[in-house]
């Protein structure tokens, strides 16, 4: 059953002295993202590397200017395996390394079991467009975002490769104030055709209306139509924005991007995602005993930070999820 909106965690927000990211400003937690990104594409294991080959050439000196408070700015140019020794930048490398990975094998498994549409939510500087372009260049790739990161994003493609690839429609739009439905109307967007949807980093940052308006929105698409997405719990949520000293309050937050929504834990994930349309197919904590096993165990079976005392107060969960 989902329920009204989450006081406890609207409440403790009401106390903090939050900024709303200006419209004419790039999101720095999509370029915190890609930097995280950028850094675990250079693990030189490839049991553990980051496939996002194109991280470190989407940002450029402007870009990680802005992220000049976090210290995920300086390594990227760093030795990988001396970034990752730092408890700041050790739970953000992670959780990029695992969703990426996810996303990207989902991502795919989709496409060959015939999707044709891609719709990527508040896209950033994603770049599964520009660097999978093969699996991806009999799909139609819609990437939406606030139209200050969206026209970010399309000078540093125009400045790598001149021009995007003739399957890429960008949608700038703004999901707190447009539906959705609306956006991908305008996007050229077909209801009727399988799509595979992605919501990397988004939902804990908007109000628990919109990311309950979007997720029906999603749920009307095709049937056998995939959404990838990440969230965080909404007694997660709740502590970190009452925390002065989580990366939730110290960069989001002081960035104009402060958490807003969580999942309920109770009656639970799978019946949250199934009372607006969705069935599960796979739950995965970031931190999670598979997610390490799977992504972040090192060829010599050592752990990615091994042994680095870290604090995240809300720690990631991504999900698979179908349309029924």
């Not at 628990?208 to 095709?222: F, H, K």
Request: proline residues 9%.
């Amino acid at each position: 059953m989902i329920r009204p909106c989450a006081v406890v965690v609207l409440g403790a927000l009401a106390l903090l002295p939050l900024r709303a990211l200006d419209p004419a400003e790039s999101s720095r937690v999509s370029i915190a993202a890609a930097a995280a990104r950028a850094v675990g594409s250079h693990d030189p294991d490839p049991f553990t590397r980051n496939p996002d080959w194109l991280a470190g050439p989407f940002l450029s000196p402007s870009e990680l200017a802005l992220i000049s408070s976090h210290p995920i700015n300086r390594a990227v140019d760093q030795d990988p395996r001396i970034s990752v020794q730092d408890p700041e930048n050790l739970p953000l490398i992670r959780l990029n390394d695992v969703r990426t990975r996810f996303i990207d094998d989902r991502l795919q498994e989709s496409l060959r079991a015939g999707a044709v549409q891609v719709v990527i939510l508040g896209a950033g500087l994603d770049s599964r467009a520009y660097r999978l372009r093969t699996p991806l260049e009999k799909a139609r790739v819609i990437e939406i975002d606030k139209p200050a990161t969206q026209e970010m994003k399309k000078r540093r493609v125009h400045d790598i490769f001149g021009a995007p690839p003739p399957n890429v429609t960008y949608a700038p739009a703004d999901i707190d104030r447009e539906k959705l439905a609306d956006i991908l109307r305008k996007a050229g967007f077909r209801p009727s055709e399988r799509t595979f949807f992605i919501w990397e980093g988004g939902s804990m940052h908007h109000a628990e209306r919109v990311v309950l308006e979007v997720l029906r929105a999603i749920a009307q698409s095709a049937p056998g139509s995939r959404m990838v997405m990440d969230f965080a719990y909404e007694d997660d949520v709740a502590r970190a924005v009452k925390d002065p000293n989580s990366p939730q309050r110290r960069y989001d937050a002081a960035w104009g991007e402060p958490w807003l929504f969580g999942v309920p834990r109770h009656p639970g994930v799978e019946a949250f995602f199934r009372d607006l349309g969705f069935e599960l197919l796979e739950l995965m904590p970031v931190d999670g005993p598979v997610a390490t096993r799977r992504y972040l165990t090192h060829r010599d079976l050592s752990i990615v930070g091994q042994g680095l005392d870290i604090y995240d107060p809300a720690l990631i969960t991504v999900v698979d999820l179908t349309i029924r």
